[in-house]
């Protein structure tokens, strides 16, 4: 499956227009970046398109698959939610092997940042290593595509530019739709960025832009953000 194409969502709460005929795509080997302050809907477009959100209007499919709710996208797309969501009480060893086939576990349990975990339960390990485990086991599942909802929030650079690392290794096997709060690691991971703003989303092809939407203070900007 090579093709995710979203289109048509429409999302409102208390009364408010959050999502208006949202339309993205992201193709198998593409990294999708979306950015957009905090409130945008950026979290709600994630869950939308992965099934756990309902939504007054959507179109989402993958390749001919037409998917309309949780169960049609389960196998097809995972999702990386900001909260950790892994078991707290269980060995990281054990959440691997719940979690992926035979075949992928073993890769994974050789992975000489995740070795030293295997015998540790989730809850006694640092922000940074939970989000990598996260971040693996999602790369390492049968879903063509992964949407991640702010994988490098909290975490040092250092733990930062490995998790930009694996990403782009498994990146010939899948499609990825990627959040964070700070566009500078979207920008800096991504094929194509999209702005959520004003409920639409724009294709923003300078970082200029960013300023004529709002979402950069001209300022900020020239001070702090050009590379």
Not at 4 to 29: A, E, M, N, P, T
Not at 97 to 126: A, H, T
């Amino acid at each position: 499956m090579k093709d995710l194409h979203i289109d048509s969502v429409r999302k409102s709460y208390q009364g408010k227009l959050i999502l208006s005929d949202i339309f993205l795509s992201c193709k198998k080997g593409e990294i999708v970046g979306l950015i957009g302050r905090n409130g945008s809907g950026k979290s709600t477009l994630l869950n939308i398109i992965f099934g756990t959100e309902s939504a007054e209007n959507k179109f989402v499919r993958v390749d001919n698959k037409i998917l309309k709710s949780f169960a049609d996208s389960s196998k097809i797309i995972n999702y990386l939610p900001q909260d950790n969501f892994l078991p707290k009480e269980v060995k990281v060893h054990n959440i691997i092997k719940l979690f992926l086939s035979q075949k992928r576990k073993i890769q994974l349990i050789n992975n000489d940042f995740i070795k030293p975990l295997l015998q540790k339960k989730f809850k006694v390990l640092s922000g940074g290593e939970k989000r990598i485990l996260e971040v693996f086991l999602l790369l390492n599942s049968e879903a063509n595509f992964v949407l991640l909802d702010e994988p490098f929030n909290g975490v040092s650079p250092i733990i930062r530019d490995y998790i930009m690392k694996i990403i782009n290794d498994e990146r010939q096997n899948k499609g990825f739709i990627i959040t964070d709060h700070d566009y500078e690691n979207v920008w800096k991971v991504s094929d194509r960025v999209l702005l959520l703003n004003n409920a639409s989303i724009k294709e923003i092809i300078d970082e200029e832009e960013l300023i004529k939407y709002g979402y950069l203070i001209k300022t900020t900007y020239n001070i702090g953000y050009r590379k």
